[in-house]
């Protein structure tokens, strides 16, 4: 055998996956993800994507699954938890007691929330003040442009949608870092020290109200503003969950366009990728399901995040139709638990190793393992269950990499997997590399982007 054969059968191929493309993938790849770029653009809260994704899938024959109604093969069916989560369903030929096969990933991002009291005026200057959500590096939040968006519950029990900054000709909201001049001192904290959790106050106004010989003459016109426009007094914020986030819109980065850079791709570019994929399947062996998840950022908690019985209870309005237990559906469900993961990035070279790191246009990461520490935290993959994927994958043709999220001892992270696999379900972690996750912008490229679909699309329909 020449030594060139025996290369290519012993050795793992670590091409680019533009080599390795298809003839006629690259087409696919750029319209899918100008779907994927507008959307992202459009649907920039977990509330705005939830209930984008439900129009989306209203408008391709998903209809409200109501308990208690029968289901045959092909029907699409969903539910919206409390407005920030989205569960969908294409129910297959096979009854749900032969498993269901379960695209997980969380819709919520890291973001700055605001305060229950927030407006505050001191020195002529009207801020409103945050209590960041999710693993931010606090630094990256200031002197840039944010916009503010949400929901107030008026006294009156009545549900306004907030949104400044969006609309062109809006203004925005920003953090105005400290001068370089006056940064000395500044300058010499660690870099988690330099912008304080309490210094993420956003400038919100600096005119006083005119006519007025009271205190507070900037935060009253400002508050008047706000009334004006949503009918909202200083006391209705303490009903509200209003959120600062980049105001930046969803773009091609690089000279080339080969790569995306936007808010909130962690996970929403696995989320697109799971709801698209379900979008376009046809009817399937097993159901199919996309579970779109709130809260992931802050440990899954609460009544819209991975650890709350919304889904066994959606999951179970679909098995009680067909006289069959939750348990047993469960026992033989697959998830792949869809969610980003960190992208090898040469300038920050000393934090990864490179023979077990995902790279931009390597295709979409598979995670064995998460978690730090020694794996904690983590729901381990199995060999059998890595071993069937990687079959399903090579038979579809979609490009992979193993992904393993930084040097041992450097850091870590989890997913909603070990949540998923908690309730006897088969569960593998896979997701798009991020360049600058969690940051304002963070940054994917294309191949992966279309690969993440492709491989959910495949899960789908094996
Ligand atoms: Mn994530
Ligand atoms: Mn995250």
């Not at 907030?162 to 000395?184: A, C, E, K, M």
């Not at 969803?250 to 366009?257: K, N």
Request: glycine letters at 10%.
């Amino acid at each position: 055998m020449k030594q060139e054969e025996l290369r290519k059968q012993l050795l793992l191929d670590r091409s680019s996956g533009y080599d390795r493309l298809a003839p006629g993938e690259l087409e696919r790849m750029e319209t899918y993800c100008d779907g994927y770029k507008a959307f992202l653009n459009s649907a920039r809260t977990e509330r705005e994507w939830a209930s984008q994704a439900a129009a989306l899938a209203e408008a391709e024959g998903f209809r409200p699954f109501v308990p208690g109604q029968t289901l045959a093969p092909g029907d699409k069916v969903y539910t919206v938890n409390r407005g920030k989560a989205v569960t969908l369903a294409v129910i297959g030929s096979d009854p749900l007691d032969h498993g269901a096969v379960i695209g997980a990933a969380h819709i919520d991002s890291p973001r700055l929330d605001l305060k229950p009291s927030p407006v505050t005026e001191q020195d002529g200057l009207c801020t409103l003040k945050t209590h960041y959500y999710g693993g931010i590096r606090k630094y990256q939040w200031v002197s840039i442009p944010l916009e503010l968006v949400g929901v107030v519950v008026r006294a009156d029990g009545e549900r306004v949608n907030v949104s400044i900054g969006r609309d062109p000709g809006d203004p925005v909201l920003t953090i105005p870092d400290l001068l370089p001049h006056l940064g000395d001192k500044q300058s010499k904290k660690p870099l988690y020290q330099g912008i304080e959790g309490e210094q993420l106050n956003l400038l919100a106004g600096s005119r006083p109200y005119p006519d007025d010989d009271g205190s507070d003459r900037v935060k009253l016109a400002v508050l008047a503003l706000l009334h004006e426009k949503y009918g909202i007094t200083e006391a209705d914020f303490l009903s509200a969950e209003l959120s600062a986030i980049p105001a930046l819109p969803v773009g091609d980065v690089g000279l080339d366009r080969s790569m995306i850079g936007g808010y909130g791709q962690d996970d929403r570019v696995c989320a697109y990728a799971a709801l698209r994929a379900l979008l376009d399947i046809g009817t399937p062996r097993r159901t199919c399901v996309a579970m779109l998840v709130d809260k992931e950022e802050v440990g899954s908690m609460g009544v819209t995040g991975m650890q709350s019985q919304a889904f066994d209870t959606f999951m179970d309005g679909l098995c009680r139709a067909q006289n069959v237990s939750l348990r047993d559906c469960f026992a033989r469900s697959f998830c792949l638990s869809a969610d980003v993961t960190a992208a090898y990035d040469p300038n920050f070279a000393e934090v990864f190793e490179r023979g077990n790191a995902s790279y931009l246009n390597g295709g979409v990461g598979i995670c064995k393992y998460t978690g730090s520490r020694g794996k904690s935290g983590s729901s381990d993959a199995s060999a059998e269950l890595v071993g069937c994927i990687r079959r399903i994958f090579e038979r579809a043709g979609v490009i992979w990499q193993m992904a393993e999220l930084g040097k041992v001892d450097e850091g870590g992270g989890g997913t909603i997997a070990l949540y998923m696999a908690n309730r006897d379900i088969d569960t593998l972690d896979a997701g798009t590399p991020v360049l600058a996750m969690h940051s304002p912008y963070e940054v994917t490229a294309k191949l992966d982007c279309y690969m993440t679909y492709r491989c959910m699309k495949a899960v789908f329909e094996a």
